[in-house]
């Protein structure tokens, strides 16, 4: 997502340590720590339940064609069945 140097990193820290002051900075570094671990936790559950659902749609059009191609060979296989019984009963009438 963000990408960040060393030497911004560096000045980031230089900042908060003139801004916040020596006492407060490991409590708040803590603080922000914990929030940017919420928030990666956040993401990745997100990308997960994501992924989760593309895989289930991708199942669900696999299953789709699948019932179309069994509803296309029982066409085919009653065709086939109703050819068959008019050759029986035409054999079975001419003898």
Do not use: C
């Amino acid at each position: 997502m963000f990408e960040t140097s060393f030497l911004e990193m560096l000045v980031i820290g230089i900042v908060a340590l003139l801004v916040i002051g020596p006492e407060r900075l490991p409590t708040v570094a803590r603080t922000v720590g914990l929030w940017v671990g919420k928030a990666r936790r956040l993401i990745a559950h997100t990308r997960a339940d994501i992924e989760r659902e593309l895989g289930t749609e991708e199942l669900r059009s696999m299953l789709y064609k699948q019932e179309e191609e069994l509803r296309n060979l029982r066409v085919l296989m009653n065709d086939q069945v109703d050819t068959a019984k008019k050759e029986i009963e035409t054999h079975v009438k001419s003898d």
